[in-house]
Each structure stands twice: as structure tokens, then as C-alpha cells.
């Protein structure tokens, strides 16, 4: 069996190989395996970087975006001259130096309906490693249509999820949360921010679930969600069950194709350009900032006024009912919010700064600071 | 009674992660919550009463599908939230 590996593979190898767990066979294993990592951002870092130094064969990364200076403090897999460059390339390239004697596959594409299932077909597993709720469902519903393994993280602040779906008779995303949640209902990091050190965190017990799944050895996250609570250094562990009326691993399935996934806006939108026509206009504006004072401390529109999200429902006798008002966070998700909890209030005339102030910052002014 | 509070509904409850409330029911008890970090219910709670979609709780780490289950005081409860980051 130790023909398999080269003598240079059996020295790189040599502290695994030394496991019982592991082993020549184990480890012939892993060379064997075909992974797929969904996002190379904060979670696709630590993942595709200890999944090549463990020797996986294959390792196909997917990301269609590329290298932003926001990205560093949490996305270990570049550096500062990789600013500007594509995601998968770079990551690609670090990997390959890490470990030459793997198959590195750039699939530099934005995944959909259309390409997930051919792509998810060439993997024996899939890491989801993805930054969105609509890449998050679509991950799901592609791995129980292909039968394969989900290997799941998300991160939010000092917070931390991890699971198996699709695994072994286990439930599958959609088991513990049917659908996408509307747009403006759950804040993502770039709003609401994460402690970089989670991305590894939880990237890291990824690569481990996944390693174990192809060792095919140990207790898996298959059927708990696995959390992690930073701030009080809290790890826990709750019971999934698989949901017999799942919408698509259930008896009776409603999803039996792959479609891509909607994520529900309800409110009024405008424009950078537009708002800035009307505000040049002379048109008699609110400009409701409904971000923190810290995210305010940054940047914000001249002429707003900041009421934090949280405190708006109490602030709500601040405001004119029938003022113009437009609403704005960092990048409209949370005006989304804000500006639909005003519309429900009887407010008149309001609407939503699509994209945000960075939309703002990237279409009009660019002399403020991005974060 | 304790209850862990997923991050996502910190900026309530001032970014406690677990508060120390009460309730007859976890209808009753999101009702409480309600009246000491106003707006939380909302965004647990829709419109027709129903636990939104992206958020779970388990009582003494058993998931529960309704709200209407009775609580005594002594359960643990875990509010869950589905999070998009990465």
C-alpha cells in the first residue's frame, strides 16, 4: 500500500500517516478525493488552504469575485499585492505553493442553476464556504440533487455555525430553515461585521468534517448545528432532525429542479444617481442614516440625520410622516428593513438607497471612506 | 428562565447573549422579551403569529415547531437564527 504514495508524498504526509485513524490507506484516501469549495472568502481561506496541505487530489475552488482590501483581515489566503486580482486565481496559486503534488481546478464563475449540477457532479463533496443566503440555498438544494455531502459554515460578528447536510440519511439546510429569509431580515457581515478569527474558526472545523468524511472515521456534524459563541467562548451542539416534509429531501418533494434562488425585497428603492439628481434638484429630502454611530463615524451623507436601526421603533415621533424620506445603511439591507418598518407605521413617501452608502460612495463620491 | 440570543438579535438586548426571562408558554415568554428589548418579537414572529422561517427555538435543546408549548420556568431555551456569513 505505501506504493501508492511517493517517498517525498510519505514524508509530507508522515504526521498523518502516523495516525491509526489515518494511515498509508487513509491518506490514500484523501489523494483520491475530489473537493469542491464554494467561495473562496473569510471560510474558503482556512478551508482550501488545509485541505491542500492535507493532500486532497482535487481541490476545485469557485468564486467569481475578486481581491478587495476589505477582504484581508479575515481571508488569510491572500496578500496585500493580490488586491484587485481574481479570487480563485490567487487562491489557486497559494495553494499550489503550499502543496504542488495536488489538482488545483479555478472555476472562476458566479455559481447558478444553470452550472451547479454539472459542476457539483465532478466532487465527491461539497464545502459550502459562501457569504449569501441565495448561494447558501442553492448549495443545499444542488448537493441533495447530486447526492452529495454539504459541508456547511456560516459566520456572523463573534458568532459561529457549522453542520453536515446531505449526508448519510441526515437532513439537509432547508431541514432547519425552509427558505431564504427576506433580503432585509438578517444582517450580513459586511453590514453588521465579524471577528476575522471566526472565518477560521469555523473554516477550520469544516476542513476537519470534510477530512473525516473522506476518511470516512469519526463522529460527524451530520443531523447537529454545531455552535460557537466567541465572546463567551462557548461551543454547542443541537440536534437537526431531518424534516419529513422538507420542500426538497422530504417524502414529497416540491423542489425537483434547480432554480436560482430569490431573495424577497418589499420596499421602494432609488438610486445613487437618482437621489443625487434630486438632492442637486433642490428636491426637500430626508436622509435617514439607520446605521451605528461607529459605521457613522466613517462616512456618512452630508445632511443625514442617524437614527441606529434598533432605536428607530422608539424614534419613530422624530420623523415627519409625511416627509420625503430616503432611507440608506452601508449597503441597503437594513434600510430595506427600516424603510418597510416606516412604511407599515403610516409613513408616506419613503424609500430605500439601493446599494447603500457605498453605492453612493462607488457611483458619486468617491472622496468618502469605504469599509 | 435562561435564553441564549443569537447575534443577529443582539442589537435588543443591548449585545447580551443570554438574558434571564420568564413566560407560562415561549408565546408568553417572546411576549415578555418583547416588553424589556421592544421590536425583538418582530423579527422572531410573523405577522400571522408563526415562527419565521429562518429562526428555530428549542426548548431544553429539543427543536420545537410552535409556540404554544408550556413552559415551567426551569427550561433552557436556544433562539437560532440562520446566518449568511463567510
Redesign the interface.
Known amino acids: 500500500m505505501a506504493d501508492s504514495l511517493s517517498k517525498s508524498e510519505l514524508l509530507r504526509y508522515s504526521r498523518h500517516v502516523l495516525l491509526p485513524e489515518v494511515g498509508v490507506e487513509g491518506q490514500q484516501r484523501i489523494k483520491s478525493a475530489r473537493i469542491l469549495v464554494v467561495g473562496a472568502g473569510g471560510l474558503g481561506s482556512p478551508i482550501v488552504l488545509y485541505l491542500a496541505a492535507a493532500g486532497v487530489g482535487t481541490i476545485g475552488i469557485v468564486d467569481f469575485d475578486k481581491v478587495d482590501l476589505s477582504n484581508l483581515q479575515r481571508q488569510i489566503i491572500y496578500v496585500n499585492s493580490d488586491v484587485g486580482s481574481s479570487k480563485v486565481e490567487r487562491a489557486s496559486k497559494r495553494a499550489g505553493e503550499l502543496n504542488p503534488e495536488i489538482n488545483l481546478v479555478q472555476h472562476d464563475i458566479k455559481l447558478s442553476s444553470e452550472n451547479a449540477i454539472d459542476l457539483f457532479n465532478q466532487y465527491d463533496l461539497i464545502v459550502d464556504g459562501t457569504d449569501n443566503f441565495a448561494t447558501r440555498y442553492l448549495v443545499n438544494d444542488a448537493c441533495v440533487l447530486t447526492d452529495k455531502p454539504n459541508v456547511y459554515g456560516s459566520i456572523y460578528r463573534f458568532e459561529g455555525q457549522a453542520s453536515v447536510f446531505v449526508h448519510d440519511g441526515g437532513p439537509c439546510y432547508r431541514c432547519i430553515f425552509p427558505t431564504p429569509p427576506p433580503q432585509d431580515a438578517v444582517p450580513n457581515c459586511a453590514e453588521g461585521g465579524v471577528l476575522g478569527v471566526m472565518a477560521g474558526l469555523i473554516g477550520c472545523i469544516q476542513a476537519t468534517e470534510a477530512l473525516k468524511i473522506v476518511l470516512n472515521k469519526g463522529e460527524t456534524l451530520k443531523g447537529s448545528l454545531l455552535l460557537y459563541d466567541a465572546l463567551s467562548i462557548k461551543f454547542d451542539k443541537l440536534r437537526v432532525p431531518r424534516d419529513p416534509d422538507c420542500k426538497i429531501c422530504g417524502s414529497n418533494p416540491t423542489i425537483t429542479k434547480l432554480e436560482d434562488i430569490v431573495v424577497s425585497c418589499s420596499t421602494k428603492t432609488i438610486s445613487a444617481s437618482d437621489l443625487h439628481s434630486q438632492i442637486k434638484s433642490g428636491d426637500k429630502l430626508v436622509l435617514l442614516d439607520v446605521r451605528t454611530p461607529e459605521e457613522v463615524a466613517i462616512c456618512r451623507l452630508e445632511n443625514s440625520i442617524n437614527i441606529p436601526i434598533v432605536d428607530l421603533q422608539d424614534r419613530l415621533n422624530e420623523l415627519d410622516k409625511q416627509a420625503n424620506i430616503v432611507v440608506y445603511c452601508k449597503s441597503g439591507a437594513r434600510s430595506a428593513k427600516a424603510a418597510e418598518l416606516l412604511t407599515q407605521d403610516a409613513f408616506v413617501h419613503v424609500r430605500n438607497l439601493e446599494g447603500g452608502i457605498l453605492a453612493w460612495i462607488r457611483d458619486i463620491d468617491s472622496s468618502l471612506n469605504v469599509y | 428562565m435562561l435564553v ?1 440570543i ?3 438579535l ?3 438586548t443591548g449585545n447580551k ?2 438574558i434571564q426571562s420568564d413566560g407560562s408558554s415561549v408565546d408568553d415568554l417572546l411576549i415578555n422579551l418583547d416588553k424589556s428589548y ?2 425583538i418579537r418582530f ?1 422572531m414572529i410573523d405577522e400571522q403569529g408563526g415562527i ?3 429562526i ?1 427555538f ?1 426548548v431544553n ?3 420545537i415547531k410552535s409556540i404554544n408549548i408550556a413552559l415551567n420556568g426551569n427550561e433552557e431555551i ?1 433562539i ?7
Open positions: 441564549h443569537p447575534s443577529p443582539r442589537s435588543y447573549s443570554e421592544p421590536g423579527r419565521r422561517e429562518h428555530k428549542y435543546r429539543e427543536q436556544h437560532i437564527c440562520a446566518l449568511s456569513g463567510g
